[in-house]
């Protein structure tokens, strides 16, 4: 069964760092998505991505954050001067159809600490 | 805006008993909702959803939520537990479109032998 895949699966960084974390969605489909988990805590919502442009962000996406779908595979995040309070699990996610009619594929997450 | 709360942040059954994990939501628009599970160390995998329709679902591994529009709830149960079904669990709410989903705190179902 196709999976989404994500590298690294675990990131160390320092403070102020810039880091990006990479996610192969399945091959078909159309709408991707980033959550993270902090440690202990709910799964939180950043961003969804559809037809090359964001089409929703949380108050979480600041502008310390940015996505990019750079080849028709690869779906990126990019955190650009981490922050001790970025240490979390970050989940990516594809779909084929809008998230509330077509199940969310996760990935296994990247773990980002950041010290 | 849309929430959900997930009332128990850790449930304890014994093997063979009634799971029942409770999630009460606040939407001003018809709600989707749906419950995911995520087994240690893993991505999160949707159990069961509902949009429209049947009001009881049913999901993988022998779950199922009803939907109950008076109650604002959309509680997931299962008759017996298996030691498999050790895992933290999600409620979550959409509201259509593009927009992802809003998701519970989680409760931590343990199985006790």
């Known amino acids: 069964e196709p999976e989404v895949t994500q590298t690294p699966s675990h990131q160390v960084t320092q403070m102020g760092q810039e880091v990006i974390l990479r996610c192969v969605p399945i091959s078909n489909h159309l709408y991707f998505y980033w959550y993270r988990q902090i440690l202990g805590q709910k799964v939180e919502f950043l961003v969804s991505f559809y037809n090359n442009e964001i089409s929703e962000k949380s108050e979480i996406f600041d502008d310390q954050f940015s996505v990019e779908r750079p080849d028709g595979s690869n779906f990126t995040l990019k955190i650009r001067s981490t922050k001790l309070e970025d240490s979390a699990m970050y989940f990516c996610a594809s779909s084929d159809r809008e998230a509330v009619n077509s199940p969310l594929h996760f990935g296994n997450g990247t773990r980002l600490t950041v010290t | 805006a849309q929430s959900v709360t997930q009332l128990g942040s850790h449930v304890s059954v014994s093997e063979g008993a009634l799971v029942l994990l409770r999630c009460n939501y606040s939407s001003s628009v018809p709600p989707y909702l749906f419950w995911y599970v995520q087994y240690p160390n893993q991505g999160l995998q949707l159990l069961l959803k509902?949009?429209?329709?049947?009001?009881l679902v049913k999901g993988i591994n022998g779950f199922e939520a009803e939907f109950k529009k008076s109650e604002t709830s959309f509680h997931l149960t299962k008759p017996s537990a298996h030691m498999s079904d050790a895992a933290e669990y999600f409620c979550a709410i959409g509201r259509g479109g593009a927009d992802g989903l809003t998701f519970g705190k989680g409760t931590h179902l343990i199985i006790q032998p």
């Open positions: 509902y949009t429209t329709g049947a009001t």
